[in-house]
């Protein structure tokens, strides 16, 4: 597989309109070494966020090197 890319939804959407976002970022080479925070958490206390409205999952892969992005959203 030389690339592959996607964005899943996390999960907790609610009606209320966010006014927050926050993002979290890992790494991962050959499935072997990762690197980084990629948690929820994380994109919440990046983007001063109390209360979670949302987040999505972005998983992007490039010749063994996969990337994962976590952007949460909420107030």
Do not use: H
Request: charge should be positive; charged fraction near 15%.
């Amino acid at each position: 597989m030389l690339y592959t890319g996607a964005t899943t939804p996390g999960g907790g959407y609610t009606s209320v309109a966010p006014t927050r976002t926050g993002t979290a970022s890992c790494k991962n080479f050959m499935y072997l070494i990762s690197i980084g925070d990629c948690s929820v958490r994380t994109a919440m206390k990046n983007g001063g966020i109390r209360t979670l409205s949302g987040y999505d999952v972005q998983r992007e892969f490039i010749l063994g090197v996969q990337t994962i992005t976590v952007k949460a959203w909420g107030n």
